[in-house]
């Protein structure tokens, strides 16, 4: 695609990055047959193909308008697009240019400015999250049953290996939701991987990801929660910690670009890298424990499990196949899933911010996932997790993260 940035941007860093993506588009259109907003709404706009195009006019001086924020907003950002295209085009880094130059040229109003921060502050802080997680359950009855099915019932976590003596040792990311929603995800993996002689602690210190603030029109906030981030594991991983374990997905993909996050930094850009090249997915850490893991294993048929890959996991870090063989090493049988690639709708915040097109794509993976009538629903990632849940009705279905059927099986 022949591309002529405007000055505002085409000498900067970014402007160097768009250009080079933009150039590798050559318009096929296979990326549409996968875009879920596209099968959705059926408007070109409201596809990778469309919004490249409407990012390319902004980026070459036509000003923004409203309605091309509204074109993106409505992306998913789950890169089943970057999956398909066979010319290699980044079209998330793409995308997060275009929301940035867009968010300055198209202010948003005071009530959705109030909205976004709202959310970047109570789903980033696991104290203020948990406080309000157990007003809602409190006052459950009286919410509008919509809010009320978000609303998952505690969870019997128990609790952290308590012989954590291992030579090997590795660091777990709380999370910042996944503590009160789910606490039981980094638990199970602690157990899995005692059980491979493997110690897995956390960072007090350590906090959110940033990808809440990223995708919520607050870039440099998202840098600083990396940099924060970097200073609270840097220590540990002087000290031998072997790897940075991220359970969430959607975490993982954010710290493994924590090198391209702060590449303009200085002071934090050969630390950023190093703590990107040292996060892994628990997926990624369990199968290169595979063999050992087997050993372990109570080789027993088990129930009937649908598996929910992700975005994050099959898209953004490209992992797919390796958590299903895990399951079937385990005893699970898997169920097939029609339109496995497909997003669930969760998409961080997007369930909130666009929930009539969530709703959706949520109503649509579930009748997916439950074709097979499987006896439980695993995922790996906390945003699907919660969100798939939070469409069925008591006595439906379980929706878990993965690890823990993994840790039932030792």
């Known amino acids: 695609m022949e591309t002529k940035l405007a000055d505002f941007i085409r000498d900067t860093s970014a402007g160097r990055e768009a250009d080079a993506i933009l150039r590798k588009c050559v318009h096929c259109g296979f990326c549409t047959a996968t875009c879920p907003t596209y099968q959705l709404l059926g408007d070109e706009l409201d596809g990778p193909r469309g919004r490249i195009y409407q990012i390319k006019r902004v980026l070459e001086g036509e000003p923004a308008t409203p309605i091309v924020r509204e074109h993106l907003d409505r992306c998913l950002t789950c ?59 409190v006052a459950r009855g009286v919410l509008p049953s919509r809010v009320a099915a978000k609303i998952p019932a505690v969870q019997e976590a128990g609790t952290w290996p308590s012989a954590q003596t291992h030579q090997r ?33 956390e960072a007090p210190a350590a906090g959110c ?40 997905s959607g975490c993982s993909v954010q710290v493994k670009d924590y090198g391209h996050l702060l590449k303009d930094d200085p002071a934090y850009a050969a630390k950023a890298e190093r703590v990107a090249s040292l996060c892994r997915d628990v997926s990624e850490v369990i199968v290169a424990e595979e063999a050992a893991l087997t050993q372990r294993l109570k080789s027993v048929p088990r129930e009937a499990v649908a598996f929910h890959s992700p975005c994050t996991l099959q898209h953004g870090q490209k992992i797919r196949g390796v958590i299903e063989s895990l399951l079937q090493a385990a005893g699970y049988s898997l169920t097939r899933v029609r339109d496995a690639h497909l997003c669930c709708g969760s998409a961080g915040t997007y369930s909130i911010l666009q929930s009539a097109l969530s709703m959706q794509l949520r109503e649509n993976k579930l009748a997916a996932l439950t074709e097979g009538k499987p006896a439980c629903i695993a995922t790996a990632n906390v945003g699907c997790q919660t969100h798939l849940a939070s469409g069925m009705r008591q006595g439906d279905t379980p929706v878990r993260h993965w690890i823990e059927l993994i840790a039932a099986a030792l």
Not at 175 to 198: E, F, M, S, Y
Request: charged fraction near 20%; aromatic fraction near 4%.
């Open 169 to 201: 040792r590795m660091l777990a990311l709380a999370g910042c939701v996944q503590p009160a929603l789910t606490p039981l995800t980094n638990i199970a993996t602690a157990r899995v991987l005692d059980a491979l002689g493997i110690s897995l602690f």
């Open 209 to 248: 990801c940033g990808a809440l603030s990223f995708h919520l029109d607050a870039e440099e906030a998202a840098r600083d929660a990396a940099r924060h981030n970097i200073d609270a594991w840097l220590p540990h991983l002087d000290e031998g910690v072997e790897a940075i374990v991220v359970t969430a």
């Open 79 to 137: 890169r089943s697009c970057e999956t398909t295209c066979p010319s290699g085009v980044q079209y998330s880094r793409l995308l997060d240019i275009g929301r940035a130059e867009v968010a300055k040229q198209v202010p948003r109003s005071a009530m959705q400015r109030a909205v976004r921060g709202m959310l970047r502050y109570t789903l980033s802080r696991p104290k203020v999250f948990r406080t309000l997680l157990e007003i809602g359950r």
